[in-house]
């Protein structure tokens, strides 16, 4: 007799303004998924469950993502719930899985301000916006290279931009330098207009955190006027960040959940080499960190499964599941994961990398660097 799939529902962004990292998700949550049922399915009790994946377009919208994620508990009851890609729409799905008392796994969702809204069933993987653009300064404060004067820019569409802008000046002005704020309503229609405001001021760094869309303009902006020291961004943690600007890209800083690079000896799971290799056939650019950290969220689950599952009734007991990530740390090829009481992800930290020659290039922390900072 065959068992009974264990159903995982997924809203994510197939179409509109966040597709390209919503494709993304998708392949690492079906990688995962195609991984389980490779092995036979999830070892729970005294069997194994395979996983079937329940996924629908949110199209990039907020309210939709919220409907999506009801119909997904209440008419599709699934097992396990996956959030969708961007902070904005991970707040907008948090009241829905909290209303029915079931585990919102966050994979993409970085705001600060979801640990605000007390939600007792969110549980994150990824660091927290305020924490960066922490190892671009740090990075160049260790190298001698530090700045007596930055500028942080960022769009106000949303609150993830004023997360990292935060986290950014607050950081800045412990290590003893001056910040300057500039800030756009999206899109960016005028990207010329923020760069000459910023000659007046002469910031050596300039810290940008938008839309992929926005970044790429302003980014290009600066490096095609009188550039500063040093430039940092946050969509150049992803590949196309590279593909779009070419040549221009060379020298720009950003965060990286995670590299393919790394390597360590996870506790859990697959080493960071088995999974570069795990997602060589994927046709999208996957090994960037919205696909992997999808997929990593499918490994932390499976370990506080084993907490989570009632061999009584052979179902999920949500609550448990809660409890299990609560206690839980350990480390996946994706790093550490410990959460706080509010399901803030306190274990894991980003890399910082740098476009050198065409390539990103991880260049802090020190202990995972592999060249020096340009």
């Known amino acids: 007799m065959t068992p009974e799939p264990l159903l995982v529902g997924l809203p994510v962004s197939v179409s509109g303004r966040f597709s390209r990292q919503g494709r993304q998700v998708l392949a690492g949550v079906n990688r995962w998924v195609r991984r389980v049922n490779a092995r036979g399915g999830l070892r729970l009790g005294s069997g194994h469950r395979p996983l079937e994946l329940v996924r629908y377009d949110d199209e990039s919208r907020s309210a939709l993502a919220a409907r999506l994620t009801r119909r997904l508990i209440r008419d599709d009851e699934v097992d396990l719930l996956f959030g969708p890609y961007s902070s904005g729409l991970t707040r907008a799905t948090t009241p829905v899985a909290d209303a029915h008392e079931m585990v919102l796994w966050n994979h993409s969702g970085a705001t600060d301000a979801l640990y605000e809204e007390k939600s007792r069933w969110l549980v994150s993987v990824l660091t927290p916006a305020s924490r960066y653009f922490h190892g671009v300064l740090d990075a160049l404060e260790r190298s001698g290279r530090s700045v007596s004067r930055a500028a942080v820019c960022w769009s106000r569409s949303g609150s993830f931009g004023d997360a990292v802008a935060s986290g950014a000046t607050a950081h800045a002005r412990d290590l003893g330098v001056t910040v300057g704020e500039r800030t ?3 899109p ?3 990207a010329a207009s923020i760069v000459e405001s910023l000659r007046a001021d002469g910031p050596g760094l300039v810290l940008v955190a938008g ?3 926005d970044d790429v303009r302003l980014v290009s902006e600066l ?13 150049a943690g992803i590949s196309a960040f590279g593909e779009q600007l070419g040549d221009a890209a060379h020298g720009v800083f950003g965060p990286s959940q995670w590299e393919p690079a790394l390597d360590h000896a996870p506790d859990y799971g697959p080493s960071p080499a088995d999974v570069v290799a795990l997602f060589e056939s994927t046709p999208v650019q996957a090994t960037d960190y919205p696909a992997v950290q999808a997929f990593a969220t499918g490994i932390v689950i499976e370990r506080c499964l084993a907490g989570g599952y009632d061999a009584t ?22 790093g550490r994961f410990r959460i706080d009481a509010a399901g803030k992800q306190v274990g894991h930290a980003p890399v910082t990398v740098q476009w050198q020659s065409g390539k990103k290039r991880v260049v802090w922390p020190e202990s995972h660097r592999r060249v020096e900072p340009l």
């Open 184 to 186: 756009w309503e999206p």
């Open 188 to 190: 960016l229609d005028d």
């Open 211 to 213: 839309s992929f869309e």
């Open 223 to 235: 490096v095609g006027r009188d550039a500063p020291e040093a430039i940092g961004s946050v969509a």
């Open 313 to 334: 009734t052979e179902t999920i007991d949500q609550r448990q599941l809660r409890n299990a990530a609560d206690t839980a740390d350990f480390t996946t090829f994706y």
